[in-house]
């Protein structure tokens, strides 16, 4: 029996479980000897696979003919790839962002954001009042810990307003909300497989209107001279499975809404000092991060581990550490609010039984803190 099957897992947006379709496909492919850049048949239908995920991605993201997709080993390189490679001298990110965005460069510099999880607009073009060199603008789609909607459309109006490049991380977004690239007016887009169903360690970077990116791992010409490196056949035809079914899938996500809503209400009820962010701006279905002042982010988690259930505290991309979340610090939350806070992801497997028993177990754990802060 697979661990999963003894376990409330609430943690999508670190990772969201493997579909049937896509483990199907690729477990046919990880017998397959093919190696895409062979000329014999077994190479050529290797890259006729690569290709039709490919196309698959490309018509997830509505991505148009002058757009080319580089697969990577996932969002962390191609975010890497673009901040690094794309030539600008400077680079303007917000400070919500995933760390691979966040950390990639040294001189990069910060967008601040409002108190409501919404990048600060005003302060980007005022950041860009007389800019004269070629820049880069990071804004992710949607935040990975507060599920908040970000406005690209104002983003790509001032970059375009000053001359700028955008880029988007659209790794939470994917699967949450339609995505048209050639409505967004994006320059670069971010997207990883194990977010919408597929396998971890695929990836990739989406550029637009033929913009291009210098390669950050020499050898091969593999992907357009962008990536070298022999293409992970079995995940990447994973990846387009994925991306079709997450297309089709669209309608059925946003009732996800109505169980995430629940988790709210009930929590509010129980302890009425919680509190939820990014709640009065635009969020994804699936998605709720909230504080309970006096209670650790570690110790929650603990407690709600012991009971089985998988949550966590913000970004699964600190190796395992408990921190407080840099992306509430920066909506100008408290140290101990961002340091006692739970980020509740759910999925397309996710169901109103492992909703109820979620609430029941917090509320043993919210219990059982009251009654010791009582009795200090």
């Known amino acids: 029996m697979l661990l999963t099957q003894k376990l409330t897992y609430l943690d999508h947006n670190a990772t969201t479980p493997l579909k049937p379709e896509v483990r199907d496909v690729m477990l046919r492919l990880l017998e397959f000897p093919g ?14 696979r690569i290709e039709e995920a490919r196309a698959q991605i490309a018509g997830f993201v509505n991505a148009g003919p002058k757009a080319v997709i580089v697969f990577t080993s996932g969002a962390t390189e191609a975010n890497n790839l673009v901040l690094k490679g794309s030539g600008c001298e400077r680079v303007l990110v917000s400070a919500i962002e995933h760390p691979s965005v966040l950390n990639a460069l040294a001189a990069r510099e910060i967008i601040p954001v409002l108190s409501n999880g919404v990048i600060d607009v005003a302060a980007l073009d005022q950041m860009l009042e007389g800019n004269d060199r070629a820049t880069l603008i990071s804004v992710m789609m949607v935040n990975n810990e507060t599920g908040v909607i970000q406005p690209l459309d ?10 700028a ?3 988007t991380d659209a790794v939470q977004a994917a699967g949450r909300l339609p995505i048209d690239l050639q409505k967004l007016g994006v320059d670069y887009l971010t997207l990883s497989a194990h977010k919408i169903g597929g396998p971890q360690g ?3 970077l989406v550029l637009s209107n033929c913009v291009s990116v210098t390669p950050q791992i020499s050898g091969g010409n593999q992907e357009k001279n962008m ?19 997450a297309a089709r899938d669209m309608g059925g996500y946003q009732a996800l809404a109505a169980l995430r809503d629940r988790i709210e209400a009930e929590l509010k009820k129980i302890a009425p000092a919680i509190r939820f ?7 994804v279905a699936n998605t709720t991060m909230f504080a ?32 407080a979340s840099h992306v509430l610090k920066a909506m100008g939350a408290s140290e101990a609010e961002a340091g006692s806070s739970l980020r509740i992801s759910l999925g397309w497997n996710s169901t109103e039984k492992e909703v109820d028993y979620f609430i029941q177990q917090w509320t043993e754990m919210y219990n059982r803190i009251k009654s010791r802060v009582s009795a200090a």
Do not use: W, Y
Request: hydrophobic share 40%; glycine share 12%.
């Open 35 to 48: 190696n895409a850049s062979a000329i014999h048949k077994l190479g050529r239908e290797a890259r006729r």
């Open 154 to 163: 104002k983003v790509v109006e001032i970059a375009k307003r000053r001359g």
């Open 165 to 167: 490049l955008v880029h």
């Open 202 to 204: 695929a990836g990739c």
């Open 227 to 245: 990536r070298a490196g022999t293409e992970n056949l079995a995940a990447i035809a994973g990846f387009g499975v994925a991306a079709e079914l």
């Open 277 to 283: 962010f990014g709640q009065e701006s635009p969020r």
């Open 292 to 323: 309970l002042p006096g209670a650790p982010s570690e110790t929650q988690l603990i407690a709600l581990d012991m009971a089985g259930i998988c949550v966590s505290n913000g970004s699964a991309c600190s190796s395992g550490a408990v921190r």
